[in-house]
């Protein structure tokens, strides 16, 4: 980053390093639980509008389509400008996209998954770094485990949090298209409160804006190739749960609650922060082994649910996908900081995000576009079988132990 110099360091606060971890983990979880909100609604917004299942895919390609855009241009901004200025504009940004989800029509849910999309490309790479600098900072010399646990928690329990939320206030509250936007609407305002009580952790410094790129050592290009890869399976595998899956419950397997729904893709996702906690004090090599084994477990237990069809087996391959790609990406996502130099920590992390919410768009549309020449089951025998095969592949450089910084 050449014509990089210091013109102001961060101002003074009035909280420590350990006083903000916990209000940005908070924003950072509440981000992403608004990102999913949409998930159980999709059944409602298909009724109101008059879509069919690979409009569902479009609209959640727009999410993503915006979130690689924001990745890749403002994704690692915050290694300069700071973390907490960062963060606080990809909250006003979701709390802008969820006006949008208050206005009628089709074009008002792409306009407002696209601006759902910036912020979260805004606030991903950089909340995670910001988590693991605070603890740090709080606790010099400690490992990174507790901040790699929380930001994975916060990442992968918040998305799960969102389903629900919005599920249960869609099932039993008036209004489901209106009162569950509200909530977050209120969730976000607390969570830009809280940041606040943060401390910065990065100098502000001038630098010329560039596109994203990664700095990573010659020597670990190909570990950080492999966590990037990874990255894009278990996003792939998330991007299911978030987009078709209320599909699939309706149309295959026979459910039609908008709570049922939301529970299903939150348990999935709680599964994979169950799944980084049961491995969470295993050598990494080993956390992958047994994330990939539980993975394809889990995807060919799924496709059994679906071919039945039965939704217990479903939700049990479910829970175990959940599980294995939850511990999968939190693997991916400690290499990947662990590669990086401090001062692109930001950068190499943005840099596995936009990887990662490809795997989060192009797979699923993939399978909505299947879906309208195949029948179902055999578009989720496809999708799942390439997904195993590319996850077992892209894991392996990652089983051998890594430098540390």
């Given amino acids: ?29 509440v981000m992403m639980a608004f990102s999913a909100a949409p ?19 479009v609209v959640f390609a727009a999410y993503a389509v915006g979130v690689a855009l924001s990745v890749l241009t ?53 909340a995670t770094a910001y988590l693991m600098e605070l603890h740090l900072a709080q606790r010099p010399g400690a490992n990174r485990r507790r901040a ?32 569950p936007y509200l ?17 910065e952790t990065v100098a502000r410094r001038s630098v010329r804006w560039r596109p994203q790129r990664v700095s990573v050592p010659a020597a670990d290009r190909g570990r950080y190739a492999a966590a990037c890869l990874t990255a894009f399976a278990s996003f792939a595998i998330f991007g299911l749960f978030t987009s078709l899956a209320p599909g699939f419950l309706k149309g295959i397997l026979d459910q039609d609650s908008h709570a049922v729904a939301g ?15 049961a491995l969470a004090r295993h050598p990494l090599g ?19 649910g679906v071919w039945a069809p039965d939704f217990a087996v479903f939700l049990a391959g479910g829970l175990l996908t959940g599980a294995g790609a939850g511990a999968a990406f939190k693997a991916s996502v400690t290499t990947a900081a662990t590669l990086a130099a401090p001062e692109a920590r930001g950068e190499a992390l943005a840099g596995l995000f936009l990887i990662g919410y490809l795997g989060l ?17 055999v578009s989720v025998l496809l999708f799942a079988t390439t997904l195993a095969v590319l996850l077992a592949g892209a894991a392996r450089p990652l089983f051998r132990p890594a430098r540390t910084r």
């Fill in 1 to 29: 980053m050449s014509g990089t110099t210091t013109v102001r360091t961060a101002s003074p606060v009035r909280t420590s390093h350990g006083g903000g971890f916990w209000p940005i983990a908070y924003a950072f979880a």
């Fill in 39 to 57: 998930t159980p609604l999709y059944v409602l917004y298909q009724q109101r509008d008059g879509f069919g299942p690979f409009t569902v895919t």
């Fill in 74 to 126: 403002a994704g690692h901004v915050s290694d300069w400008l700071g973390r907490r200025r960062v963060i606080r504009w990809a909250l006003l940004v979701a709390m802008a996209s969820g006006l949008l989800f208050l206005l009628p029509g089709l074009a008002a849910l792409l306009a407002g998954r696209f601006l759902s999309g910036v912020g979260v490309g805004l606030l991903t790479a950089t």
């Fill in 148 to 179: 790699d646990l929380v930001a994975t928690a916060a990442n992968i329990g918040g998305i799960g949090l969102g389903p629900l939320i919005a599920g249960l206030l869609a099932e039993y509250a008036p209004r489901p298209l209106t009162v």
């Fill in 183 to 199: 909530v977050f609407e209120g969730l976000l305002a607390i969570a830009v409160a809280g940041t606040f009580t943060a401390r």
């Fill in 263 to 277: 529970l299903v893709a939150f348990s999935v996702f709680a599964a994979g922060v169950a799944g980084n906690l």
């Fill in 286 to 304: 080993v956390q992958l082994r047994v994330a990939v084994l539980v993975l394809i477990l889990g995807l060919a237990i799924l496709i059994a």
């Fill in 361 to 377: 768009a192009v797979p699923v549309l993939g399978l909505g576009l299947a879906a309208q020449h195949l029948e179902t089951r």
